[in-house]
């Protein structure tokens, strides 16, 4: 690495670079979450002939799951980068004043770049920001985000089209969507409870808790206890009456 404050030259998402045919990395995002979720919300209308609140909002969940997943994968491919490059955010924060998340989620990314791990690597990077634990692989954030990212495709695709169509057996849909949705309540939890145990409070803005830490967490508890429920209510009930069908 060196002591320059410019990106590495093998990335060029970052130090507020704009380009010709790119789009904002929160674009990109958002795109990618809707196109995801539209085909599950799709195919659940034009088999059911309607909407439900419950599988719309987990099928979003699910969509957002998995784009994470291919993020925390680049965390795992990427970690001696981020660890690198959590250091070239931290001199452009003291250098500008800038908050390393917001800036690079308003930076265009390169069409052809949009899914570059180096490009996305910088996720952890600007997160390190607020929790170090991202820029060191010897945590326990660390090590659960890179187990989530390769463990939970699988069960998140079976279930996100079990939810639109009834792939599977209620009670097997329930079953295996309880393993799923209690992992990522206990994960989650456990993650809040270290980073207090760990003091990190102490060393962030109340703001840029609440904002990066404690509403991302709560989104991956309360909308798993909710996916909890209706796997219960699929082992109980034996068919999908808690998803409208």
Not at 60 to 83: A, G, K, N, P, T
Request: charged letters at 15%.
């Amino acid at each position: 690495m060196n002591g320059s404050n410019s990106a590495p030259a093998d990335s060029d998402v970052g130090g507020g670079r704009t380009h010709r045919w790119g789009a904002p990395a929160a674009v990109i995002t958002v795109v990618a979450v809707g196109l995801l979720a539209l085909p599950g919300i799709g195919v659940r209308y034009l088999l059911h002939g309607d909407l439900d609140v419950f599988q719309g909002l987990l099928t979003l969940f699910f969509s957002i799951s998995l784009v994470i997943c291919y993020w925390e994968m680049c965390l795992f491919f990427r970690r001696d980068y981020i660890e690198e490059r959590a250091e070239f955010w931290r001199r452009r924060r003291d250098d500008t004043g800038k908050t390393p998340a917001v800036e690079f989620l308003t930076t265009s990314v390169p069409l052809n770049r949009i899914l570059s791990p180096t490009v996305w690597a910088d996720v952890w990077a600007t997160y390190s920001m607020f929790d170090s634990a991202y820029a060191d692989r010897n945590t326990y954030g660390f090590n659960i985000d890179i187990a989530n990212g390769f463990a939970t495709p699988a069960p998140t695709l079976i279930l996100y089209v079990t939810y639109a169509g009834g792939l599977l057996p209620a009670v097997a849909a329930g079953i295996l969507g309880a393993m799923l949705f209690w992992q990522w309540v206990y994960a989650s939890s456990l993650y809040l409870v270290s980073f207090f145990v760990g003091q990190k409070q102490t060393r962030i803005t109340r703001r840029e808790f609440y904002i990066y830490i404690f509403s991302l967490n709560a989104i991956w508890i309360l909308m798993p206890m909710l996916g909890l429920y209706v796997s219960v209510r699929l082992i109980l009930d034996g068919d999908y009456g808690a998803l409208g069908f």
